[in-house]
Nanobody, 124 residues
Framework: QVQLVESGGGLVQAGGSLRLSCATSGRTFSSYVMGWFRQAPGKEREFVAAISWSGGTTYFSDSVKGRFTISRDNVKNTVTLQMNSLKLEDTAVYYC?????????????????WGQGTQVTVSS
């Protein structure tokens, strides 16, 4: 069982930055692929980024590539999403997710464990 708790959301102006963190419980954190998803009002939850168990490989959606980075600390059992050059369309609830195994995924069903989400609002 893995428990995920996101933090760091808030209100930011367009062009600004935010850092989201996800704290996890469990002794096998390093064996999970970790991902970030987001869901805007009236839209489906969508993939944002993922990071391999070692942290050596990262994946991004086209909409955030070049603006967001993802990292993990397998000692502190945390994963971080650094969001730069934020746009109005980045406004959403952001969710941290954990996928068992060593292959990455970009679909919601690929991830077994989810956090409760943190709101990110980008204003003009």
């Amino acid at each position: 069982q893995v428990q995920l708790v996101e933090s760091g959301g808030g209100l930011v102006q367009a062009g600004g930055s935010l850092r989201l963190s996800c704290a996890t419980s469990g002794r096998t954190f390093s064996s999970y692929v970790m991902g970030w998803f987001r869901q805007a009002p009236g839209k489906e939850r969508e993939f944002v980024a993922a990071i391999s168990w070692s942290g050596g490989t990262t994946y991004f959606s086209d909409s955030v590539k070049g603006r967001f980075t993802i990292s993990r600390d397998n000692v502190k059992n945390t994963v971080t999403l650094q969001m730069n050059s934020l746009k109005l369309e980045d406004t959403a609830v952001y969710y941290c997710a954990a996928r068992e195994g060593y292959t990455w995924g970009s679909r919601v069903p690929d991830y077994k464990y989810w956090g409760q989400g943190t709101q990110v609002t980008v204003s003009s």
